[in-house]
């Protein structure tokens, strides 16, 4: 059993930078793939980037590529978001997954409790 838990998140005006921070437990991490998603309010939860176990193949949605980055360290069994350019539709909860598959769907087997992304305008 994986557990996962977030930090990072807050409030920041457009234009901005946050960095997400999610730190496993409970598994051995480098054999996860890892990913981020979001929840805006009254949206259906949506891929945001992932993963593959070594690092060296990622994933982004088209509404984030070009600002954001998602890297890991296996030694530390944590994956990053880093978000930059930040947009007021950035706003949402966003939830680390972690998955034995490398995938942009939303069936991971491992989800995080989620951590709220604010940007102001």
């Known amino acids: 059993q994986v557990q996962l838990v977030e930090s990072g998140g807050g409030l920041v005006q457009a234009g901005g930078s946050l960095r997400l921070s999610c730190a496993a437990s409970?598994?051995?991490?480098?054999?996860?793939?890892m990913g981020w998603f979001r929840q805006a309010p009254g949206k259906e939860r949506e891929f945001v980037t992932a993963v593959n176990w070594s690092g060296f193949s990622t994933r982004y949605a088209d509404s984030v590529k070009g600002r954001f980055t998602i890297s890991r360290d296996n030694a530390k069994n944590t994956v990053y978001l880093q978000m930059n350019s930040l947009k007021p539709e950035d706003t949402a909860v966003y939830y680390c997954a972690a998955d034995q598959r490398f995938t942009t769907t939303r069936t991971w087997q491992y989800w995080g409790q989620g951590t709220q992304v604010t940007v102001s305008p």
């Open positions: 409970g598994g051995t991490f480098s054999s996860y793939a």
